[in-house]
Nanobody, 123 residues
């Protein structure tokens, strides 16, 4: 059973930065995609960014493009989400997830999820 563990969340002021990490283990294949998603209170979970760990292709949601960057270190089996110029609307629980069904931000593609890490943007 694949396991994903997020870390790096916390409290940051508007305009600040955070880097989230997602360590993937116990995966039976090296060909998979990892996505970052977030869910704010009272809102649906939404896709933020995703990456194909084999070829490095990425996609960022329009709401974060230019501010967030997804990347991976295959040796460490870790996917990162660098978040810059954070604003209060970015406050949410951030989840990483793994997919063997392709690259994209549709939730239905992802079968394996981490437990989430809280990001709070507040002054």
């Amino acid at each position: 059973q694949a396991q994903l563990v997020e870390s790096g969340g916390g409290l940051v002021q508007p305009g600040g930065s955070l880097r989230l990490s997602c360590v993937v283990s116990r995966f039976t294949t090296d060909d998979y995609a990892v996505g970052w998603f977030r869910q704010a209170p009272g809102k649906e979970r939404e896709g933020v960014a995703c990456i194909d760990t084999s070829d490095g292709r990425t996609y960022h949601a329009p709401s974060v493009k230019g501010r967030f960057t997804i990347s991976r270190d295959n040796r460490k089996k870790t996917v990162y989400l660098q978040m810059n110029n954070l604003n209060v609307e970015d406050t949410a629980v951030y989840y990483c997830a793994a997919s063997v069904r392709g690259l994209g931000l549709q939730l239905r593609l992802y079968d394996y999820w981490g437990q989430g890490t809280q990001v709070t943007v507040s002054s």
